[in-house]
């Protein structure tokens, strides 16, 4: 199993910026791709970007072009750099960890991190 915790959530004006960091702990050999989610008040949680063992980036439409997902595999942590940000990101920000097909199945996720956007 892989433990996260999520970090760098607050509340920002529109326009501003933000990197959101996950630590990863535990069996991290086994994770195979990781993915950030938001989940807004009265809405499903969704993704927002999502990379691969070997840095395959996808974005949701709505943050192309304005945030970047990126990661160190030497720390374990997983970024998400969010620029131009807008009232419509603030949302609870999640962080997932997939397994490796030879590992036991896991999907793993943080406790979430708060972002608030102020127009």
């Given at each position: ?74 720390k ?35 406790q ?8």
């Open positions: 199993q892989v433990q996260l915790v999520e970090s760098g959530g607050g509340l920002v004006q529109t326009g501003g910026s933000l990197t959101l960091s996950c630590v990863a702990s535990g069996d991290t050999i086994c994770i195979s791709a990781k993915g950030w989610y938001r989940q807004a008040p009265g809405k499903e949680r969704e993704l927002v970007a999502h990379i691969t063992s070997i840095g395959t980036t996808t974005y949701a439409d709505s943050v192309k072009g304005r945030f970047t997902v990126s990661k160190d595999n030497a374990n942590t997983l970024y998400l750099q969010m620029n131009s940000l807008k009232p419509e990101d603030t949302a609870v920000y999640y962080c997932n960890a997939l397994s490796r097909e030879v590992c036991p199945h896991f999907s793993s996720w943080g979430g991190t708060q972002v608030t956007v102020s127009s």
